[in-house]
């Protein structure tokens, strides 16, 4: 099953302008990544937050995580058309032994 | 300082055919880890393996899908008598350590079935 949601789905903005995408879990887990794909090409990792953590910052990047919400979300400030890309969250349980599991993403779209 | 070697990058297997994807983990990196992507689709953990050892395989087919992480040399994801649904991208990742490290991706090995 998922364990991680993107919201939202697609993300259309305009050079300039701030994205935000959101990502949901399910269940405990020890951190919390963010990765972008371009398209045809692998992921690239942007951040990795901590359960511990309440928020990070990285150049254009600001995450937030909220462990009572199961939610944490992705901010691009100033956004360029190079930002365009799938974003995802994945997560990292508790549990010894496991992998990140991926939500399925937000296409983001920025344009000129 | 390479990142995840993967290769072949793309592949094109006719039905019934094998299929070998390779990948060579980062520096220092014990642990690695298959994922799939099918278009329009985010990943999906297929396994994980350290040197020698699958850790977790839950999200592997039953059938026709292996792979392995030996002593020497790259991580092999094998998928014999490859079908049309098997098309997808095959992306490998690694860490070096599990859970709280950061987990680098390859490139991913794009396979066609024909």
């Known amino acids: 099953s998922q364990q991680g949601e993107e919201d939202p789905q697609a993300l259309s903005i305009q050079e300039g302008e701030n994205a935000t995408m959101n990502c949901s879990y399910k269940t405990s887990i020890n951190n919390l990544q963010w990765y972008r794909q371009n398209s045809g090409r692998g992921l690239v990792h942007l951040i990795l937050i901590r359960s511990n953590e309440r928020e990070k910052h990285s150049g254009r990047l600001r995450v937030t995580l909220d462990t009572s919400k199961k939610s944490s979300s992705l901010l691009i400030t100033a956004s360029r058309a190079a930002d365009t890309a799938s974003y995802f969250c994945a997560t990292v349980l508790n549990q010894a032994g496991t992998a990140l599991i991926f939500g399925k993403g937000t296409t983001l779209s920025v344009s000129s | 300082n390479a990142g995840v070697m993967q290769n072949p990058r793309h592949l094109v297997r006719r039905r019934g055919q094998e299929a070998r994807l390779r990948c060579s983990p980062m520096?220092?990196?014990?642990?690695v880890y298959w994922y799939r992507q099918l278009p329009e689709e985010g990943l999906k953990f297929m396994v994980y393996?350290?040197?020698?050892?699958?850790?977790?395989e839950s999200g592997m087919p039953k059938e026709r899908f292996s792979a392995e992480f030996p002593k020497e040399g790259p991580s092999i994801l094998r998928i014999q008598q490859v079908v049309r649904g098997d098309s997808a991208a095959y992306f490998c990742?690694?860490?070096?350590?599990?859970?709280?490290?950061?987990?680098?991706f390859g490139e991913g090995s794009w396979l066609t079935v024909v």
């Open positions: 990742a690694s860490s070096q350590g599990q859970r709280g490290n950061t987990i680098y």
């Open positions: 520096k220092g990196h014990s642990h």
């Open positions: 393996l350290q040197k020698e050892n699958i850790i977790d």
